[in-house]
């Protein structure tokens, strides 16, 4: 066989086994990626959780703040009217 030959089947072989190592590599790497963005999106669901009952809470103490508004203007209001029937 030519030398040429030899030369030329032995890089073949090295660049196949150079090739197929960095496959397995770029494998490896797009399954981390897949699964930190898997991590990542946990982390939005959790904080659209919170971000919800923040929000929910919110509501309640608007509820709670208008509903004592309400009651005060109530007691003003009839306190008012005691002194006029005075």
């Not at 960095?22 to 946990?42: A, T």
């Not at 509501?59 to 029937?85: P, Y």
């Amino acid at each position: 066989m030519d030398p040429v030959q030899t030369v030329i089947i032995a890089i073949s072989i090295v660049l196949t086994s150079v090739f197929i190592a960095l496959g397995i590599q770029v494998w490896f790497i797009l399954k981390e990626v897949r699964g930190s963005f898997q991590r990542f999106n946990k982390m939005l669901d959790d904080a659209g959780k919170v971000t919800e009952a923040v929000g929910e809470g919110m509501t309640n103490m608007t509820g709670l703040i208008n509903g004592i508004k309400a009651g005060l203007s109530l007691a003003s209001s009839m306190r008012k009217k005691g002194e006029d029937h005075e």
